[in-house]
C-alpha cells in the first residue's frame, strides 16, 4: 500500500463515506489534523487505511474480501516503526465493511489484538441548566491562554498533554480548537474539550481527576461545553466511548447525548 498526498484523499473519499460519523475521518480528509492516508493503487482503489494517531480507520468496498497480506505489511513495516518513534503504543481500529473486524484481527495476531466494541452518542437537547449542579468552590472556566497562564494550578501539564491528543501544539489547540474546565481552588477538577473539528461540528474529549470522581462533575461540564458549542455555531456534537464505559455513557445520556450507533472495533498495541 502505498502514502497518499493530500491533493489525493479525494480519491478515497467515497470508501470512507460509511464512517463519516467519526469526525477524525473528514477532519483528517480535510488536512484539519495531522494524518497520512495508504491506499492500494494509485487512482483506483479498493482499499484505504486512514492513520490519525492512536486511531485508524480501514475502508473497502461492501461486501469485498480484505487483502489481510497488504494489512499486516503496511502495519508491520510502516505504522509500528512511526508509532513507536512517536511514543505511541496502543491502536484502535474502525472497519469498513464491519464485518472484516475478525479476520483482520487474526491477521494483526502478532499486534496482540482483541475485538472490541465502542459506542456513538450524538447530542440531541440540553436536559439540565449546568449552573444547578456546580457544587460550592467550584468554577466553570473556558481553556484559553490565561488559564495556562497560572503556574501554580495544578493539573496543568495532565491538561497541556490532552491538548495535545490530538492537536500538534497547545498553541494548535488555542487556535483552532475550545473547552471548558472547573477548577477548585489551584487546582484542576477536569476539563472537556472539542476534539476533530470540522465546521460545525465536534466531538468531546472530558475527563474528571481524582480525587473528584463521582461528584456529577463530568455532567456539569458536558452540559456547560455544549452550551459553549452551541453559542459557537457548532450543532454537531459527537461523544464516543467504550461500549463497557458505564460513567461515559450515563454523563452522555444525563448531558442530552442519545445513542446513534455502535461498532465494532480492534484494539491492539503498536510494541508487540
Not at 470508501?15 to 480528509?29: G, I, R
Not at 486511531?55 to 503496511?74: C, K, M, V
Not at 491477521?107 to 440540553?126: N, P, Q, S, V, W
Not at 480525587?211 to 463530568?218: I, S, V
Request: charged fraction near 20%.
Amino acid at each position: 500500500m502505498i502514502q497518499l498526498t493530500p491533493d489525493q484523499y479525494h480519491t478515497v473519499a467515497p470508501l470512507f463515506e460509511p464512517l463519516q460519523d467519526h469526525l477524525a475521518v473528514p477532519a483528517a480528509l480535510a488536512g484539519l489534523i495531522p494524518a497520512a492516508v495508504y491506499a492500494d493503487a494509485p487512482g483506483h482503489h479498493g482499499i484505504a487505511l486512514l492513520h490519525a494517531r492512536h486511531r485508524l480507520y480501514l475502508a473497502g468496498p461492501p461486501g469485498s474480501a480484505p487483502p489481510l497480506q497488504q494489512i499486516h505489511t503496511l502495519f508491520h513495516n510502516t505504522l509500528r516503526p512511526q508509532a513507536q518513534a512517536a511514543g505511541q503504543d496502543m491502536f484502535t481500529l474502525w472497519l469498513a465493511p464491519a464485518d472484516w473486524a475478525e479476520p483482520v484481527r487474526e491477521a494483526l495476531a502478532d499486534r496482540r489484538c482483541a475485538l472490541g466494541r465502542r459506542h456513538y452518542y450524538t447530542f440531541r437537547a440540553l436536559r439540565r441548566d449546568w449552573r444547578s449542579g456546580l457544587p460550592p468552590g467550584f468554577a466553570l472556566q473556558p481553556v484559553d491562554a490565561a488559564l495556562l497562564s497560572r503556574p501554580s494550578l495544578a493539573g496543568l501539564d495532565d491538561l497541556r498533554a490532552e491538548m495535545c491528543s490530538e492537536r500538534p501544539s497547545v498553541d494548535a489547540f488555542l487556535a483552532q480548537s475550545f473547552g471548558v474546565c472547573l477548577t477548585r481552588d489551584d487546582a484542576l477538577a477536569g476539563w472537556c474539550l472539542s476534539e476533530y473539528n470540522i465546521p460545525g461540528a465536534c466531538e468531546i474529549g472530558i475527563e474528571t481527576r481524582e480525587p473528584w470522581r463521582r461528584r456529577g462533575l463530568a455532567t456539569v461540564m458536558a452540559s456547560a461545553f455544549v452550551e459553549t458549542a452551541l453559542a459557537r455555531g457548532v450543532t454537531r456534537i459527537g461523544w464516543d466511548c467504550w461500549a463497557n464505559n458505564q460513567a461515559s455513557i450515563a454523563t452522555a445520556l444525563k448531558a442530552g447525548f442519545e445513542k446513534t450507533h455502535d461498532d465494532p472495533v480492534i484494539y491492539g498495541w503498536f510494541n508487540s
